[in-house]
C-alpha cells in the first residue's frame, strides 16, 4: 500500500473567554515549569510570572498548587484522549499498511515523550499518588487499548497473533513502560549507554510488529 502519511498531531480545544486564556496560561506555565524542575518546587508567584499572570489570578482559580497539578492532569487526560481519537481514525490510514500505521503512531508518541518528558514524570508521581487521578489514568489508559484492539480488528488480516485484545493490552504495555524509562531517566541513559529517537522508534516498532507477526506487505 502507499499513501501519504497523516499528518499525526496533538489535539487541544480552542479557546474563547478570556478567563479559558488565563486558565490555560497558567496550566501552560506549569507545564513549561515541569521540564526544569518539579512543580512542587515552584512557587504560586513563579507560575504566575512565568503565565505573564498574576497571584491572583492563580488564586482566584486554585485554591493550591495541588488543585493546579489535577487540573492540569485532566487537561493532558483530556487532550490525550482527543489525540488518540484523531489519530487512530480509520479513515486517515486507508491505504496505509499495519506496519507503517505502527511505525507511525510509535514514533508520534515516542516523539512527544521526548518533547515534554517532565509532564510525563509528574503525570507519572501524581497518578502513584493520587487515587482519584489514578482512576483516571485507567480510563485514559483502556481508551487507548481499545483504540489499538479496534486496529487490530479492523486489520485483521495483516498479522498472525490470534488475539487482538489480549495483543493491544500488551502493546499498551509494551510501548509505554519503555517510553515511561525514557521519561524517567530523560537526559541519562539508565544502562549508560545513549540511544536516539531514531533508534528508539526504530526498535521498539520491529518489536511490536514481531510480537504481532505482521505480515509483510503483499502476504
Not at 492563580?58 to 490525550?80: E, G, V
Not at 482512576?135 to 490470534?162: C, I, W
Request: charged share 25%; aromatic share 8%.
Amino acid at each position: 500500500m502507499s499513501a501519504t502519511t497523516p499528518q499525526l498531531r496533538w489535539i487541544k480545544a480552542p479557546l474563547q473567554e478570556r478567563s479559558e486564556r488565563t486558565l490555560e496560561s497558567l496550566l501552560d506555565a506549569a507545564e513549561r515549569i515541569l521540564e526544569v524542575q518539579p512543580l512542587q518546587s515552584a512557587g504560586v508567584s513563579a507560575i504566575a510570572k512565568e503565565a505573564g499572570s498574576s497571584v491572583g489570578a492563580f488564586y482566584h482559580r486554585f485554591p493550591d498548587k495541588q488543585a493546579l497539578a489535577r487540573t492540569l492532569y485532566q487537561r493532558f487526560r483530556n487532550q490525550s484522549l482527543a489525540t488518540v481519537k484523531s489519530n487512530f481514525d480509520p479513515s486517515q490510514w486507508d491505504g496505509h499498511d499495519l506496519a507503517s500505521v505502527i511505525d507511525a503512531l510509535i514514533g508520534f508518541t515516542a516523539h512527544d515523550y521526548l518533547l515534554r518528558p517532565g509532564l510525563r514524570r509528574f503525570a507519572m508521581h501524581l497518578v502513584e499518588s493520587d487515587p482519584d487521578i489514578r482512576n483516571l489514568s485507567k480510563q485514559l489508559s483502556g481508551a487507548v487499548v481499545d483504540a489499538f484492539e479496534e486496529l487490530l480488528v479492523a486489520r485483521r488480516a495483516e498479522y498472525t497473533h490470534p488475539d487482538p485484545r489480549l495483543a493491544a493490552e500488551f502493546l499498551h504495555r509494551m510501548m509505554f513502560s519503555m517510553l515511561d524509562q525514557v521519561a524517567l531517566f530523560h537526559g541519562e541513559a539508565p544502562t549508560g549507554n545513549e540511544i536516539t529517537e531514531e533508534v528508539l522508534v526504530r526498535e521498539l516498532s520491529d518489536a511490536i510488529k514481531a510480537y504481532l507477526g505482521v505480515k509483510p506487505a503483499g502476504a
